[in-house]
C-alpha cells in the first residue's frame, strides 16, 4: 500500500525517498542542509542587493539583465521593480510555445511598451515541442514532461543572454522550482534516458537538437553563494539569479494586479493547473501523464519543497493540486500533438497523489 510523507506529502514512489518510523521523508528531515534553502539568506537587506546590482551595470553592450515574461503577474511584478526601482536595463523575452495564453502575450507587449523596453518573442519550432510532448507522454519515462519544457524554456534565457552580451538572468523561479532545475546530476540522467528513448524511434534529429540544447547549461552560473558571482564576472558567463531571492519586495498581489491594469492595461490570466497559477494549457495532458505514469507530479515536489520552507500548509497544497480539466481538455491537447499513446477521458477529477475523487 503507497504511503506519502506526512510533513511534505511526497508519495514512496518518488525517487530515493524513504519514510522513518513516523513517516516524516529523508528529505525534510535532511532539508536544513540545502544549498538551496541558504541561498535565500544571501541578501539580507536592500542595500545589500543594489550594492550587488551595481556590478553588473553596464557591463553588458546595452542590458544589465535578461528578464523572462511570461504576462502574470510574478514575471511583471519582477520586471517592473527592476526597471524602476533598480534602474536596470533589460532585455525582455517572452515565451510562446504554442499554448500560452493570447492574454499573457498582450499583457507582455502593453508592458514593454509602457517601461518602454526591448521585448524579443521566441516562437518555437512546433514540431519539435509538440515531439517533447509526445515522446515523454507515451512513453515509461519517470520524468515530468513540464519540468523538461521548463527546462527547455530556461536554456533559452542562458542562449539570449550569451548571444546578446547580458551578464545578469533574473527569472520568476518559486523556491521549489528552483531546487529542482539545479540538480545538475539529476538533469543530465534525466537528458540520458530522454535521449535513449528517442533514439527507439530514430528521431536522430530531433536527438540532436535536444542534445546541442542542453549544452547551454555549461554556459551560466547560478548563484547559491556568493563566490558564485564572482566566478560569473571571472568567467564572463552570465549569472542567474531567482526573483524570489529578493524575499523583501513581496508585494500584495491582488494590490499589484489593480497598478499593473491601471498603468498598463494588463489582463488577469485564465488560471490552469495547479489552482491559482496561470501556466499554459498544455499542463494539464502533460500533469495526467504525470499522474498515469507516477502518482505525483513536478508540482507535487515542487510544493513539497515549499511546504518544507513554510511558504504553504498542507491543506492549501492538496487544494491546489487537485486535478480537474475543464471537460474534453485532455482529449483536444492530444489530438494537437499527436498523440494516441493512451485514452483520454472527457472529464476526471482527482486527487493531490493522482487518485480518482469520488
Not at 39 to 66: A, I, M, T
Not at 114 to 143: A, C, P
Request: net charge neutral; charged share 30%; aromatic share 12%.
Amino acid at each position: 500500500m503507497e504511503k506519502h510523507c506526512k510533513k511534505c506529502l511526497l508519495p514512496d514512489t518518488y525517487p530515493g525517498l524513504t519514510l522513518d518510523e513516523n513517516d516524516i521523508c529523508n528529505l525534510c528531515n535532511n532539508f536544513e542542509n540545502e544549498i538551496a534553502r541558504k541561498s535565500s539568506r544571501l541578501f539580507e537587506n536592500e542595500e545589500e542587493l543594489g550594492k550587488f546590482l551595481r556590478k553588473f551595470k553596464k557591463r553588458g553592450n546595452k542590458y544589465d539583465v535578461l528578464v523572462p515574461l511570461s504576462g502574470g503577474v510574478d514575471s511583471s511584478n519582477a520586471l517592473v521593480t527592476l526597471v524602476e526601482k533598480y534602474k536596470l536595463r533589460p532585455l525582455v523575452y517572452h515565451n510562446d510555445d504554442g499554448f500560452v495564453s493570447e492574454i499573457a502575450s498582450e499583457n507582455a507587449r502593453k508592458l514593454c511598451a509602457g517601461l518602454d523596453v526591448d521585448l524579443i518573442v521566441w516562437q518555437h519550432d512546433m514540431t519539435f515541442m509538440k515531439k517533447l510532448f509526445r515522446y515523454i507522454n507515451e512513453s515509461d519515462l519517470k520524468i515530468s514532461t513540464c519540468l523538461m519544457c521548463g527546462t527547455i524554456l530556461y536554456l533559452n534565457n542562458i542562449e539570449l543572454a550569451r548571444k546578446f552580451n547580458i551578464p545578469l538572468i533574473i527569472n520568476g523561479f518559486s523556491k521549489g522550482g528552483f531546487s529542482i532545475i539545479t540538480n545538475r546530476p539529476r538533469f543530465n540522467d534525466m537528458v540520458e534516458q530522454i535521449i535513449a528513448e528517442v533514439l527507439k524511434r530514430e528521431d536522430i534529429q530531433f536527438v540532436r537538437e535536444f542534445r546541442n540544447k542542453f549544452k547551454l547549461m555549461d554556459e551560466h552560473v547560478i548563484l547559491q553563494e556568493m563566490k558564485d558571482a564572482e566566478e560569473s564576472i571571472r568567467s564572463e558567463l552570465p549569472l542567474f539569479i531567482p526573483y524570489y531571492m529578493f524575499k523583501f519586495n513581496k508585494t500584495d498581489k491582488e494590490a499589484y494586479k489593480e497598478d499593473l491594469m491601471r498603468r498598463f492595461g494588463w489582463q488577469p490570466m485564465p488560471t490552469s493547473y495547479p489552482c491559482r497559477t496561470t501556466n499554459c494549457i498544455m499542463i494539464w495532458l502533460n500533469t495526467y501523464s504525470d499522474f498515469r505514469k507516477m502518482d505525483y507530479t513536478y508540482f507535487t515536489e515542487e510544493y513539497a519543497y515549499m511546504i518544507r520552507e513554510g511558504e504553504f500548509s498542507q491543506e492549501q497544497a492538496k487544494k491546489d493540486l487537485m486535478f480537474s480539466p475543464p471537460p474534453g481538455m485532455l482529449k483536444k491537447l492530444a489530438e494537437q500533438i499527436g498523440q494516441d499513446a493512451f485514452e483520454c477521458p472527457d472529464t476526471v477529477t482527482l486527487d493531490n497523489w493522482g487518485k480518482p475523487c469520488k
